[in-house]
């Protein structure tokens, strides 16, 4: 392990000089279980590959020899203060040999992390806008051909390092009994190693492509269906040698061929024998062989690229058959490799969060979709949409992430949006599913850089009011221009969706029509569609000016539902009584749980009260004066809430990347009010009146958030005028709060029961008559 900064050139024998070489960057999303995991940056974005479906070959005739070239550029299109990026690369195998390895990245240190069976190199530095990283790899590779021993099966000896490699996994389920009936099946009466494995390769082979729906594509649903892609056979292969005592692994790599692109990785299967690892490809049609155009890149499912969170990537790679004279002596100029990556998705966010990029890419693509969602995907869903937009020749990308807070969400997805313009921009479609409207605030992004989808579709799904989804639906078609926006005002699975959506591209079905053949509740605004009455157009007019003078819009509907926590705070002072630290206070924590979520919200309250108060009564053995000790308070809370962000960015915590919201002065007069009320009605009287602030926050963030409060303020601003309306009613209030009733009516009882007391007493007393 090593590392140093500016560019390095890597040679790994040293009697060559070497010119170019090739990457080996695979940076499409493969879901599956990480077996052998390499350690990762702590704070990281991952992108895993997919499997890639290749056409059956023959066996190698002969031992030949092939040279390639491969290089990679990664490109970070704004500003990094501190960027790791991570990738996985080859290693010479017995079969493949790594000749040449070359970077370039100026100002970043460089090191590469290796556990014997995979090798991940590393970047790390801070990015200027535009920072460009690229690595190359030259390598030779032999056509491959072994033979499987016919050694006894029982008793056969584990491979060294890999003890993991008889185990099930999440993908690989080896120990279900389903899969082990069917391996004793096929197997039979076998007793050598030989015999064994050619017959469950044999069984594996003859499966059928996934067709046009791919079921799940893990073993036990490959081996049930009797049909997967090339990774769902590869994994039905490993847990079939599993479950008879053939220690197996999976092998990602690459299928290398004279392309400008390649977007997929091809999956296979390697056995142990005894003695060695043998390849089996039943996907490709290769038993104990593998052509020299197969460049294995890592052993088990990893994820092939890593970066730090929040930094979003452009990348791609290019390759070429070259030559011996070409690779070693460095005769070939820059020409030829051509590095593409206008078209790549860009990944944002927490690490801790899963963030996942999955993408399927055609040679002639009919239509271009980008799916965006906030939940989690299952991986059967995610090989279905991306088999089925293959089988349709249509280019697919699907970012999924999820988050707590709605507002750390609407933010995430606007960067996303952001980054991601030239995807959206080519794209025939655009779904955003999320759990509530803020999809819908973050492509109102595009109206802010005047981005314009003219002739595409936008499917917007979340939970949100029929009416107000209406306004900000034709708000975003008149800001975007897009030929129609879809909107479907409650949360909704993303297989449906994609189905609806992918109909209308291909059959040009209405999406009225296939929404209802879902079973979805669609509102679809466009020439045909529904339109926003006309009285309500000034108003979705003056929205759009305000869009596009860069106002944004989340921001705006903080401000605007600020007046109607205002009043659920008045009712539960005069109508109920709650006794809270002042009138703002409830209001702005109210309004800081909606930027950081309301568990951790409730946490940092808990924290800077609490530290607070401690500081307070340190403070009050100083005997200083009421502004100098508030100013100290200030401080502290100023610190503490640094120290939490700093907290939340080591170690990935979004909410608390948001905790500035809260406000220092609000929170440090909280930390007053408590200590006053601490000397003046005792402790239990302030700890009550501190949790009733609580609770009451808690409260107006719920009714605030459940509502859909937030979307409906601002379509019908006019809500605010009966919030006054409110506030006037309740201001002339002179009656009793119901915690006075109640207080009152215990006391009138305990009255009663005094009163009762002496005229029994007596009667009690007097002995009884003769």
Request: proline letters at 6%; one cysteine or more; a neutral charge.
């Amino acid at each position: 392990m090593f590392e140093y900064a500016g560019q390095m050139i890597l040679g790994a024998r040293p009697r060559a000089s070497f010119a170019a070489a090739l990457l080996l960057l695979v940076v499409i999303a493969r879901a599956g279980a990480r077996e052998h995991p390499l350690p990762h940056p702590s704070d990281e974005t991952e992108v895993f590959t997919g499997g890639e479906e290749v056409e059956g070959g023959a066996a190698p005739r002969r031992p030949a020899l092939a040279y390639w070239k491969v290089r990679a550029t990664l490109r970070a299109p704004a500003a990094v203060p501190a960027l790791t990026v991570g990738l996985l690369v080859p290693l010479s195998d017995g079969r493949q040999d790594v000749l040449a390895r070359r970077t370039v990245a100026p100002g970043f240190r460089y090191r590469e992390i290796g556990d014997g069976t995979n090798l991940r190199v590393e970047w790390r530095g801070a990015a200027p806008a535009g920072a460009m990283l690229t690595y190359e790899v030259a390598v030779r590779i032999a056509e491959a051909a072994a033979t499987v021993p016919t050694v006894p099966l029982a008793g056969l000896a584990p491979p060294p390092g890999a003890g993991d490699a008889l185990a099930p996994s999440r993908f690989i389920q080896s120990a279900s009994p389903a899969i082990a009936r069917q391996a004793r099946s096929v197997v039979g009466r076998a007793t050598r190693l030989d015999e064994a494995v050619w017959l469950l390769y044999q069984h594996v082979a003859a499966f059928e492509p996934p067709g046009d729906a791919a079921g799940p594509q893990d073993a036990e649903g490959v081996l049930a269906a009797r049909r997967g892609t090339s990774l769902g056979r590869a994994r039905a292969l490993v847990a079939l040698l599993r479950v008879v005592g053939v220690p197996a692994r999976l092998v990602g790599g690459l299928r290398l061929a004279n392309e400008s692109e390649k977007r997929a990785t091809n999956s296979w299967v390697e056995a142990w024998t005894g003695a060695d690892w043998v390849p089996l490809d039943p996907a490709g049609g290769f038993f104990a062989a593998l052509p020299d155009s197969y460049l294995a890149l890592y052993r088990g499912d990893l994820p092939l690229i890593v970066h730090t969170r929040g930094a979003g990537l452009e990348y791609g790679f290019a390759m070429r058959q070259s030559t011996r004279r070409t690779v070693e002596e460095g005769e070939e100029g820059e020409e030829g490799v051509r590095v593409e990556g206008a078209r790549r998705p860009l990944v944002r966010g927490p690490g801790r969060h899963g963030v996942e990029t999955h993408a399927a890419y055609v040679s002639a693509p009919v239509a271009s979709v980008v799916l965006i969602a906030d939940q989690s995907v299952p991986a059967a869903v995610t090989d279905r949409i991306l088999d089925e937009a293959r089988a349709a020749a249509i280019d697919c990308v699907l970012l999924t992430a999820r988050f707590e807070s709605r507002y750390f969400r609407e933010a995430y997805l606007e960067r996303l949006v952001a980054q991601n313009l030239s995807l959206i921009r080519q794209a025939n479609l655009v779904l955003v599913a999320t759990a509530d409207d803020a999809g819908l605030y973050a492509l109102m992004t595009l109206g802010e850089r005047d981005v314009h989808l003219d002739d595409s579709r936008i499917v917007i799904a979340g939970a949100m009011r029929r009416s107000a989804a209406l306004m900000l639906g034709a708000l975003l078609r008149h800001l975007v221009t897009p030929g129609e926006v879809v909107l479907v005002p409650h949360a909704a699975d993303l297989l449906p969706l994609w189905e609806m959506a992918r109909a209308n591209l291909i059959d040009g079905t209405p999406m009225a029509e296939e929404a209802r053949r879902w079973n979805i509740d669609a509102i679809v605004l466009g020439e045909v569609g529904l339109r926003v009455p006309s009285w309500r157009r000034p108003l979705m007019l003056a929205w759009a000016r305000a869009v596009r003078a860069q106002v944004p819009l989340g921001a705006l509907t903080l401000i605007l539902i600020l007046p109607i926590i205002a009043s659920l705070v008045v009712v539960a002072r005069v109508v109920i009584g709650l006794e809270t630290f002042g009138m703002f206070g409830p209001v702005i924590v109210s309004l800081a749980f909606i930027t950081t979520g309301l568990w951790w919200g409730t946490l940092i309250f808990v924290a800077i009260v609490g530290l607070g108060v401690a500081l307070r009564l340190a403070l009050q053995h100083l005997r200083l004066q009421a502004v100098a000790r508030l100013a100290i308070l200030i401080a502290l809370v100023a610190a503490v809430m640094g120290g939490l962000t700093l907290v939340g960015a080591t170690l990935g915590v979004g909410p608390l990347l948001n905790i500035s919201i809260f406000p220092m002065v609000i929170m440090s007069n909280v930390i007053e009010s408590f200590a006053a009320s601490q000397v003046e009605f005792g402790t239990r009287q302030a700890l009550r009146m501190t949790a009733t602030t609580l609770g009451l926050s808690i409260v107006c963030y719920l009714v605030v958030d459940r509502a859909g409060l937030q979307s409906l303020v601002l379509a019908f601003p006019e809500i605010l005028l009966a919030t006054v309306v409110v506030d006037v009613l309740l201001g002339k209030w002179r009656g009793l709060r119901l915690l006075e009733y109640v207080r009152f009516l215990g006391a009138v009882g305990e009255q009663r029961s005094d009163a009762l007391a002496p005229a029994a007493a007596p009667g009690r007393a007097e002995p009884p008559a003769p």
